[in-house]
Every structure is written in C-alpha cells, then in structure tokens.
C-alpha cells in the first residue's frame, strides 16, 4: 500500500474528531505527528486510515488551574508548557522535562497527549506525571471517563484507550508548597537524547524527614514505566542523610526488573537509576 491509498480525515473541532472517531475506529489518531510521522515515514509503520487532530489545539490547547487541580489540555505543546508560569516551585520538574526535551522545532510540536499515547520508555513526561499520580481524560461520543495514569499505560505503546475515545486533558492535584520536584534522564549523548533511564521524584522535606515521596522511572519492569514503591516506603519517614541516601539505592537496585537490549545492559540502567536517585535526593536535602 503506498501513501496514495492513506485515507485522511481532517477533524476541524472536538465534536467532529468524535463523530469521526466514533464511526472510523480503525482509524489511527495523529496529533502533531513528531512520534508517528518518522515510525510511517522511516520505520515502515503501516497505516491505512489517519485521524489528524492537530486543529483540535484551538480546544484542546491550555493549561488550566482549578483551585488545586491542574488541567492540562492534550494538544498543549512542551514549548507552551515551558514558558508557562504556573509550574513555578513544587512544580519545577516540568520546566526540568523541558529543557532536556529534543531540540526546538520538535518542543514547538510534541504535545503532551501525543506523548503519554505514545507510551514508550523514551516519553519523558510519563514518570513526572505517574509521580503527580495524575489522570488522564478519555472522551468519546457517549461521555468523559477519567483513569489514573498507571491504569493507562499498561506497556510499551499499551494504553488502555477505547478505539472510540481520544484523550482530551491529563490532570493532577499540585503539590504542596513545601514539595519539591525534580526530574533527570540519562542517554548516550547530551541532545537529542533518547534517555536510557529516566526518573523524576516530588516529596516533601518536614525538619529534614522524607514526607509522602514519590519516585516514578521509564522502566520499573521490563520496559514498563511505573513507581518504585519499594524505595518510596524505605525513605518515607526518614531522615535524610548519607546513609540513608546509599541504602535507598539499594532498595532502587531490589526492585527494578529490568531487562537488557542493545542500548545497555540491565545493570547498566539500574546503576544510572541509582545515580539519579543519590543526585536528586542529595539536590533536594540542599533545598534546591
Ligand atoms: C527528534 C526527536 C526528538 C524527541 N525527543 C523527545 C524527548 O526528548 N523526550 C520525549 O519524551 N519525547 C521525545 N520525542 C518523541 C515525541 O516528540 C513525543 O512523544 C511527542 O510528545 C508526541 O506528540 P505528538 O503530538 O507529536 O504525537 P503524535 O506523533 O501525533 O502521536 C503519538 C501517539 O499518540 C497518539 N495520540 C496523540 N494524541 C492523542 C490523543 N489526544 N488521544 C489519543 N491518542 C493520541 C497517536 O495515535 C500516536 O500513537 C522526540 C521525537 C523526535 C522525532
């Protein structure tokens, strides 16, 4: 099948990206395309039918503060989130995603929405959004229906979506301001880096005691992204310190089920992981 026999429906708004949705659910759904274009282009990803939302940004473009709640729409681009404010203190690891996040021309298209559907290892905002515990929003043409973000990526480009449904915002409580946040990957070169590990953390520090930390990785097991709730448990509660910090690595190292492939070992990965661990806890017991 050659690109002339793609079928492409354009949506103009919301409503009628549903209607579409609804009525082609064979239809693969593309927002800004900076994942999908190059996997069709160069990878030979074959696809008959697309559903091209990139119009949708005039509705779905926004980042929006409910009392505590924040609201990020799904077309909102990482440059957008970038010169927001209103990630400002507690939230300071999303302008950290930012700044490692490819180069500028894909900044200016790569949506959020675009990347949590992609659901690889190499979406950055997937761990710092699983550490905010945030939901994703699912509508289709009978209604909304939000799920937790772990429930929605279930495995490497796994999402729990139905074929009739697209993801309108991801939404999250914002941290205390007595929280911190921070966020780090590691690849094999400085830009454009299509990370090995990565992980972010948001906890709070009460009298230098480790308060309601959540430490969230782009592989927990396999290559599936999730928390390291063993390591949270061990640090809940204690005082940070050298000791401590190098015995959390340890509990990082027990529970990652990682596997190896032809970026790196196994082990390799887990010994970055645990140098992000001992960096960020050591930034944050700073303060910064
Ligand atoms: C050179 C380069 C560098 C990159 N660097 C990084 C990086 O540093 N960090 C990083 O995390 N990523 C990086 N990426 C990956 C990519 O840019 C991101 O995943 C981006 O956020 C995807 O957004 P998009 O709008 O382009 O998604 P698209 O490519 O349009 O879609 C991606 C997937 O999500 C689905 N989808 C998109 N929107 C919706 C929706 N609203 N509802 C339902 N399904 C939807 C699509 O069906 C598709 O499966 C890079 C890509 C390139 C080419």
């Known amino acids: 099948m050659g690109v002339e026999d793609l079928q492409i429906i354009m949506a103009e708004s919301l409503k009628s990206a549903l209607k579409e949705i609804s009525e082609n659910k064979d239809a693969t759904i593309i927002a800004n395309g900076t994942d999908m274009m190059p996997r069709i282009r160069d990878e030979g990803l074959k696809v008959e039918k697309i559903l091209d939302i990139s119009a949708l940004d005039k509705e779905l473009s926004y980042i929006n503060v409910d009392s505590n709640l924040i609201r990020i729409g799904a077309m909102t681009t990482v440059s957008e989130i970038g010169s927001s404010n209103v990630f400002n203190g507690s939230l300071n690891a999303f302008y950290e995603v930012v700044s490692k996040f490819g180069g500028p021309q894909i900044r200016n298209r790569a949506t959020i929405g675009g990347n949590i559907c992609s659901a690889t290892s190499s979406e950055d905002f997937i761990p710092l959004l699983m550490a905010l515990d945030a939901s994703v929003v699912l509508q289709s043409v009978n209604g909304k229906r939000t799920l937790k973000l772990n429930n929605f990526v279930i495995g490497k480009r796994s999402v729990n979506r139905r074929n009739d449904e697209i993801m309108v915002e991801v939404q999250f409580s914002k941290p205390g301001d007595d929280y911190l946040s921070g966020f780090e990957k590691i690849g094999r ?63 990082l190292a027990e529970e990652l089920k990682l596997s190896s492939d032809f970026r790196a070992s196994a082990d390799y990965r887990i010994h970055l992981a645990q140098a992000i661990l001992e960096k960020l806890l050591n930034r944050f017991r700073e303060g910064v």
């Open 189 to 251: 070169r400085n830009i454009l880096i299509i990370n090995l590990i990565n992980m972010a953390i948001v906890m709070s520090l009460k009298q230098r005691r480790v308060n309601d930390v959540r430490i969230a990785l782009n592989r927990v097991s396999g290559k599936v992204p999730g928390r390291a709730r063993l390591t949270e448990g061990f640090l809940n509660g204690k005082e940070i310190d050298g000791n401590i910090i190098s015995s959390a690595r340890e509990k």
